[in-house]
């Protein structure tokens, strides 16, 4: 069949809008409709070729919500007319990972997604003859996508498209990354580093799990009420602030530090800053940026020795299948929020606006609805 999609031919270009050809699906994939997708900064870190695993020509594109429009042999847990989300992160609950009960890494088809092909080897995107890569599995710029059946979570039908796509990574992944990774509990500390898409969501989740305080940081001022909207209770603008002077600020308003801090920026100046601002003795940070290809994480190992913890965490820690319709359930029974997130409605025309106006921390998230 045809598709519409939004290509990335190679780095640092715009996005083309072109139809391609697509594949139907095989055996164990299923056709999707994408109905919307969220632009997510990692989104624009590949196509700024700043991602290690980054491939062109590509459609990118990891955060959207659709409906099943055909599935191939042996798929029986989703049927055409099935709402649902694409996953990064897939959840096949049959390898070493998914049975562990420690991880939400499935690694069931992670070797083929990196290289931008599905689990048997083949790409379904061409263009003019020419095969084009699939990305983190997904591929939601374009209208049509093909996915492995263990990466779509089957959701409610009644949850609107343009917002519950951002449940495909941005919100699942803020949230998660307190409530599934963190473990925040009740009166505790939380510093959030970065309030953009995802920051805002470790935000609503740290207020979702009962944190005493919970300071935003960004260099951005307008970013200051978007935070206190979902929870902030102080703001630390830190332009200008060397990373001591940034640690000091935390420690005062938390008593020593924080219980727990996030890095939502990808810088890893930031990270060390996150690392340094948490608590002697318990603290934990948790990186959830994504740093450009060859940065490394730095810090005198004194303040691990003095009981600090450095974590990480993909997709909020969130096992697809099972958690991502309970976020959908959360989200329409009004316990997070997700619509006033939601600042620019394009179309795949305008997709290239959305990363324009990320770049200039005009948006929170841009979605592009088909
Ligand atoms: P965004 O552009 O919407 O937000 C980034 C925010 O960080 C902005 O508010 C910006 O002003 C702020 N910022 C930038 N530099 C800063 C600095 N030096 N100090 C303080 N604040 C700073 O991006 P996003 O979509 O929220 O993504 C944030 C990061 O999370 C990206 O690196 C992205 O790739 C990553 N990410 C990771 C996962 C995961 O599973 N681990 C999932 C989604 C996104
Ligand atoms: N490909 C990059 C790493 C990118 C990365 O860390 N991606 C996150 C999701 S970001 C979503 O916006 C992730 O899920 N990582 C786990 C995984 O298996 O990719 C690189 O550095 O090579
Ligand atoms: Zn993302």
């Not at 796509?165 to 990354?177: D, L, N, P």
Request: proline share 4%; with cysteine.
């Amino acid at each position: 069949m045809k598709t519409r999609a939004a290509v990335a031919f190679a780095p640092k270009q715009p996005l083309e809008i072109v139809e391609l050809d697509l594949d139907g699906p095989r055996t164990g994939e299923v056709l999707v409709e994408i109905m919307a997708t969220g632009i997510c900064h990692t989104d624009a870190y590949t196509l700024d070729g700043l991602d290690s695993e980054g491939l062109f020509p590509s459609v990118l594109g990891h955060e959207g919500a659709g409906i099943v429009r055909e599935v191939g042999a042996g798929v029986t847990s989703v049927a055409p007319g099935d709402h649902v989300i694409p996953l990064y992160t897939p959840e096949c609950r049959q390898c070493k990972s998914c049975l562990s009960g420690k991880t939400n890494l499935c690694t069931a088809i992670r070797a083929t997604q990196g290289r931008g092909l599905m689990p048997d080897g083949t790409t379904r995107f061409s263009h003019k003859g020419q095969p084009i890569f699939h990305y983190m599995g997904c591929s939601t710029f374009s209208n049509f996508t093909v996915l492995p059946e263990i990466a779509v979570a089957k959701i409610r039908t009644d949850a609107p498209f343009k917002t519950s796509c951002y449940i495909g990574c941005g919100v699942t992944t803020g949230v998660g990354a307190v409530v599934n990774t963190a473990k925040v509990q009740v009166g505790e500390n939380v510093v959030v580093f970065g309030l953009g898409g995802i920051g805002l969501n470790v935000i609503q989740g740290a207020r979702l799990a009962g944190a005493a305080r919970i300071i935003g940081v960004d260099i951005n001022p307008e970013r200051e009420a978007w935070g206190r909207q979902f929870g902030m209770t102080d703001f630390l603008d830190s332009r200008g602030l060397s990373r001591e002077e940034t640690v000091a600020r935390v420690l005062e308003l938390t008593d020593g530090g924080a219980d727990y801090s996030f890095d939502a920026t990808g810088n890893t100046e930031v990270m060390r800053t996150a690392l340094e601002a948490c608590h002697r003795g318990w603290g934990t940070s948790i990186i959830i940026g994504v740093a450009e290809a060859g940065k490394e994480i730095a810090t005198r190992p004194f303040q691990l020795v003095t009981g600090r913890n450095w974590r990480g965490t993909a997709f909020g820690g969130a096992k697809g299948r099972t958690d991502v319709p309970k976020i959908v359930d959360w989200y329409m029974e009004g316990k997070i929020a997700i619509d006033p997130m939601i600042t620019h409605v394009l179309s795949l025309d305008e997709i290239n606006r959305g990363f324009d106006l990320m770049h200039a921390g005009e948006s929170i998230r841009s979605v592009v609805v088909y």
